[in-house]
């Protein structure tokens, strides 16, 4: 059974930083793409940032660029999104995600339908 775990969520003040964590389990992800998203309340599911489970080259939205970074350790089977100067524009659930890496994948890698695999999500608070 395949899952996804995200963790390290919880309150911050502006300013602050956070380290969320996806474990992954149930399969060999190296064909895959690991993903963060983020919903806000009444919002669509945002595409944070991406990166090849059996490469380096990351890829992230012109919103969090510069402030947050995606980072994988192969050995604890983890995906980790560090989270820097947060803004209390960044309060919403965050998840992980993964997504076979096909052509049609990367032509479509910014939307929620283009992945296979999810995590339960984990809310990350920031106050002013």
């Known amino acids: 059974q395949v899952q996804l775990v995200e963790s390290g969520g919880g309150l911050v003040q502006a300013g602050g930083s956070l380290r969320l964590s996806c474990g992954v389990s149930g399969r060999t992800f190296s064909s895959y793409v690991m993903a963060w998203f983020r919903q806000a309340p009444g919002k669509e599911r945002e595409f944070l940032g991406r990166?090849?489970?059996?490469?380096?080259?990351?890829k992230y939205a012109d919103s969090v660029k510069g402030r947050f970074a995606i980072s994988k350790d192969n050995a604890r089977n983890t995906v980790n999104l560090q989270m820097n100067t947060l803004q209390p524009g960044d309060t919403a659930v965050y998840f992980c995600?993964?997504?076979?890496?096909?052509?049609?994948?990367?032509?479509?890698?910014?939307?929620?339908?283009?992945?296979?695999?999810w995590g339960q999500g984990t809310q990350v608070t920031v106050s002013s």
């Open positions: 995600a993964a997504a076979l890496a096909t052509p049609d994948y990367y032509s479509n890698y910014k939307a929620s339908r283009a992945y296979e695999y």
């Open positions: 990166i090849r489970w059996g490469g380096f080259h990351e």
